[in-house]
């Protein structure tokens, strides 16, 4: 998506660990008409795809799988990185590990929202290594739910997440692909 890529190099600083900031549009001010053109994006990409819900993950998938759930009509789903008091009865959970706080994670949704009736798109906003859509995969597992696909906004090619998990049968569609990028210089995409 050009628009995605032209913001990113207009707006995105690359910090050292390979992560790109992207707080002014997608990780904490949410510029929220572009969120919507990438979710109308998202949403036409998957046409046709008969799916039931979004399934994403707190915090930073929010925005994104909300606005995909909008269009395609369907409720969205997000995992809680931590079990709060709100969180009670059977429980599906998955330990991730995480690659902005370098640490594990255990993913949980409550298991009456995800189950055997339903086909889920799963929506994160970074894809690196994959460990996240993996989370999110086997809730869906444990639910018993179909999976879709994956929608991503912004993929790092360089990491080997997205590969993998293509080669393992999933449809994983990026919004903007990174194939090379470093503080000194800057950001290349996938062409
Ligand atoms: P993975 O699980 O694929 O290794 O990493 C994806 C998760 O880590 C996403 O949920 C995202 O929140 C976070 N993440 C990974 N790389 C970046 C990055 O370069 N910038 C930001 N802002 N988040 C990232």
Aim: no cysteine; glycine share 10%; aromatic share 6%.
């Amino acid at each position: 998506m050009k628009a995605l890529e032209e913001k990113i190099l207009r707006e995105g600083e690359v910090l050292p660990g390979h992560v790109l900031k992207v707080g002014s549009f997608l990780n904490q001010q949410i510029d929220v008409p572009f969120m919507n053109e990438m979710a109308s994006e998202g949403a036409r990409l998957f046409a046709g795809v008969p799916v039931t819900k979004v399934l994403t993950v707190e915090a930073s998938g929010i925005a994104l799988g909300y606005a995909v759930a909008s269009r395609l009509n369907v409720p969205m789903v997000f995992a809680k990185k931590s079990k709060t008091a709100n969180v009670s009865g059977d429980l599906l959970q998955a330990k991730v590990f995480s690659y902005t706080h370098n640490t594990f994670y255990t993913a949980t949704v409550s298991a009456e929202y995800l189950t055997g009736r339903d086909t889920v798109l799963l929506v994160d906003d970074f894809l690196a290594n994959g460990e996240a859509l993996k989370g999110l995969a086997e809730l869906a597992r444990q639910g018993g739910a179909k999976i879709a696909g994956a929608l991503i906004a912004v993929e790092k090619g360089f990491q080997k997440g997205g590969d993998a998990l293509r080669k393992a049968g999933l449809r994983v569609e990026s919004l903007a692909i990174i194939d090379e990028m470093s503080p000194e210089g800057g950001v290349r995409f996938r062409s």
